[in-house]
């Protein structure tokens, strides 16, 4: 069994700062890409930021400059550091992380966190 556990959502007034994380545990042999994705009311599930274990990363348009992402690999976690944050940032942050529980088992799995609430607003 694989569990995904964010922490660090909360209030913030527009221009504020948090920083999310995200502890992977569990059966765990090794974790290619860890990542966050939102979900605002009323819209779709879209993708924040991701990390391979070869460091490349990738950001939404609306979220460069703006929000860091990073990982410890020692501890399985992954970060989210996010500045100048804005009303439309309000969300609820998923985290996800494709991992490969035995080295007998061929392939990945995709694994998702139950979510943390970030809310922007003054």
């Known amino acids: 069994q694989v569990q995904l556990v964010e922490s660090g959502g909360g209030l913030v007034q527009p221009g504020g700062s948090l920083r999310l994380s995200c502890a992977a545990s569990?059966?765990?042999?090794?974790?290619?890409?860890m990542g966050w994705y939102r979900q605002a009311p009323g819209k779709g599930r879209e993708l924040v930021a991701v990390?391979?274990?070869?460091?490349?990363?990738n950001y939404a348009a609306s979220v460069k400059g703006r929000f860091s992402i990073s990982r410890d690999n020692a501890k399985n976690t992954v970060y989210l550091q996010m500045n100048s944050l804005r009303p439309e940032d309000t969300a609820i942050y998923y985290c996800?992380?494709?991992?490969?529980?035995?080295?007998?088992?061929?392939?990945?799995?995709?694994?998702w966190g139950r979510g943390t609430q970030v809310t922007v607003s003054s």
């Open positions: 990390l391979d274990s070869g460091g490349n990363t």
């Open positions: 569990g059966t765990i042999f090794s974790i290619n890409v």
């Open positions: 996800t992380a494709n991992i490969k529980i035995s080295i007998s088992v061929a392939r990945n799995f995709d694994y």
